[in-house]
């Protein structure tokens, strides 16, 4: 790790002062302390913002929750609202990591967590994400991990968060404070795709601090699954992950939210897709039918080329299991 | 593994400065670099190796140690981060010559071959049973997976914990 001074911020104002470009914000550490050792990111100076106010999950006006940015993925996974409410946002973040790292992980810092394209951790190789212009090793080089939707030539990465694969199906909004006031951004506009500049992962500005997570009211707790494709089945990131999420009446789709990860540089979702099966009858053949459009566009790479099959296969098991689902919290 | 005592600070950033840690139960204040890992200022600085660095990315679990009763990976946090936390080691766990149930429980069920995975291992499941989320041995499993075993003795760590869940009552028999 580079050298760096260390400052603890108690109010969003301080944390914000002291934010310049040299300057990062540190929540739980796992992946910048991580990314620092392995030279890929440095800091002048680390702002923790552990010991800012947002640590608790409140009942919104609008009938959703407020999640504190500063809780840790095991308290936000466990807590009694979103066991209750939000199922499937437990379920996802349960679905990541480790239970170590669950507790330092924190709500904020998942969100910005980088990709674990290995080039990107690897500085004796070109990466454009890392070292802007500088190419892309993975478009010709191993890409099993990579994205098949959404990419651009200068980058395939995938992003690789659980949680946030459901914050995108449940059309979560993100809170944020910066120098000049506050403002929300709806979660599918947060991340981005990589286009030509692909160091940006997301649409925050430097200087901004992420505060809280705000979740509407309807959690799909009747009928929702998490379904996450890995090498082994715990502490392994996704090779496809789905969240679905449906509602029902009798046995027509009223409503329906399909998100996928390890399959873009964002959690993909497609409403236009969806929209397509609303008003259907939850069969797998209409099942089917939405697989094959969200995968319409996608494009192989080699090693990653089977990711195209096995994201339709995980739709339609996804969905199939969230049409008989039941929440027993 | 990058030593510590290796960097230069930029201008402006004074390379170390005294913290205090509060560790099984004593305060020990000691000056350090702040890009010194909690994992480093108990190995480097204050001679506790019980905690064993692995891999130093949070990907095996060695370095486990308990903060305010949870568990963490002391590998990817900063020593000056825990100032006023409570950190629990191995070292912390045994009353006097009495060893904790889950230390016992390893050694009757033979639950390690080279040892060196063990200290994590058992602060793990310290943790675990503190959370109270694991009620059968296919949920210990689950939620034990962030500390792996080269040595493969996975079976028997898991018997040696649910042995002591059974004693006190915690897992469905
Ligand atoms: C071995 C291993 C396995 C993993 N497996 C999985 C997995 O299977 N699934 C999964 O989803 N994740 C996985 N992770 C990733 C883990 O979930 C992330 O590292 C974690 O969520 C990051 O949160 P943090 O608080 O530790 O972030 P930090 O490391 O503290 O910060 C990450 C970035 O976010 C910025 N940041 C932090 N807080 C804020 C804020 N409030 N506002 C603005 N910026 C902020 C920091 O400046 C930094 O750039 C794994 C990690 C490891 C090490
Ligand atoms: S895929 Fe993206 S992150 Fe990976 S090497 Fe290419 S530019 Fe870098
Ligand atoms: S040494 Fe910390 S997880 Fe491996
Ligand atoms: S006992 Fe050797 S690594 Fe676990």
Redesign the interface.
């Known amino acids: 790790?580079?050298?760096?001074?260390?400052t603890r911020a108690y109010g969003v104002d301080t944390a914000l002062d002291e934010k310049t470009d040299v300057a990062q914000y540190?929540g739980?550490?796992?992946n910048l302390?991580?990314l620092?050792?392995e030279d890929v990111m440095h800091s002048?100076l680390?702002i923790?913002v552990?010991h800012l106010p947002f640590h608790t999950i409140e009942e919104t006006e609008a009938g959703g929750v407020r999640l504190g940015a500063m809780m840790t993925n095991?308290e936000t996974a466990?807590h009694p609202l979103i066991e209750e409410r939000y199922p499937l946002l437990s379920k996802a973040i349960l679905s990541g990591?480790?239970?170590?790292?669950r507790?330092?992980a924190t709500n904020g810092g998942n969100l910005m967590q980088r990709t674990r394209c290995y080039y990107f951790y690897d500085t004796a190789t070109p990466c454009n994400k890392r070292q802007p212009g500088s190419g892309c090793s993975a478009i010709n080089g191993f890409n099993r991990i990579h994205a098949i939707l959404g990419t651009s030539s200068e980058c395939i990465a995938t992003h690789p968060s659980d949680m946030c694969v459901a914050l995108a199906a449940l059309d979560a909004v993100v809170h944020v404070s910066g120098k000049n006031g506050k403002r929300t951004i709806p979660f599918t506009e947060f991340h981005r795709l990589p286009e030509l500049n692909p160091e940006k992962d997301n649409t925050l500005q430097s200087d901004e601090l992420i505060t809280e997570i705000e979740l509407p009211a309807e959690g799909f707790k009747d009928h929702f699954t998490y379904i996450k494709i890995r090498d082994r089945q715990?502490?392994a990131f996704a090779l496809v992950s789905v969240a679905a999420a449906l509602q029902l009446d009798g046995d027509t789709v009223r409503d329906v939210r399909i998100a996928l990860g390890g399959v873009a540089h964002k959690p993909w979702r497609d409403q236009g897709a969806e929209s397509l099966l609303k008003g259907k009858k939850a069969t797998e053949e209409n099942f089917e039918q939405v697989a094959e459009t969200i995968l319409a566009n996608a494009q192989g790479f080699g090693h990653n080329t089977f990711k195209i099959e096995l994201a339709k296969r995980a739709i339609i098991r996804a969905l199939s299991e969230a049409l008989v689902n039941q929440h027993h919290a | 593994m990058?030593l510590i005592f290796e960097?230069?600070?930029?201008a402006?950033?004074?390379?170390t400065s005294p913290i205090t840690l509060k560790i099984n139960g004593s305060e020990k204040q000691f000056p350090i670099?702040?890009?010194t890992?909690l994992l480093d200022a108990l190995r480097e600085h204050l001679d506790m190796t019980g905690t064993k660095k692995g891999c130093?990315?949070?990907q095996c679990?060695a370095c486990?140690v308990l903060v305010n009763g949870?568990?963490?990976?002391s590998c990817?946090?900063?020593a000056?981060?825990q100032e006023g936390n409570d950190i629990q080691t191995i070292e912390g766990l045994s009353k006097g010559e009495q060893l904790h149930p889950l230390q016992e429980a390893f050694i009757e069920h033979d639950a390690f071959q080279c040892g060196y995975c063990t200290p994590g291992q058992i602060c793990?499941a310290v943790?675990?049973m503190n959370?109270g989320?694991a009620h059968n041995a296919s949920e210990i499993?689950?939620?034990?997976?962030?500390?792996l075993c080269r040595c493969g003795a996975y079976t028997n760590i898991v018997d040696a914990i649910e042995d002591v869940m059974k004693k006190e009552g915690r897992v469905n028999q």
């Open positions: 790790m580079n050298p760096f001074a260390y540190i739980g550490g796992t302390i991580d620092m050792k002048e680390l923790d552990n095991a466990y990591a480790s239970p170590q790292l507790n330092m715990s502490y | 990058s960097s230069e600070a930029p402006g950033v004074s390379s670099a702040p890009w890992t130093d990315h949070g679990g486990t949870k568990r963490i990976n990817l946090t900063l000056v981060m793990s943790g675990l959370e989320k499993r689950e939620l034990m997976s962030g500390n």
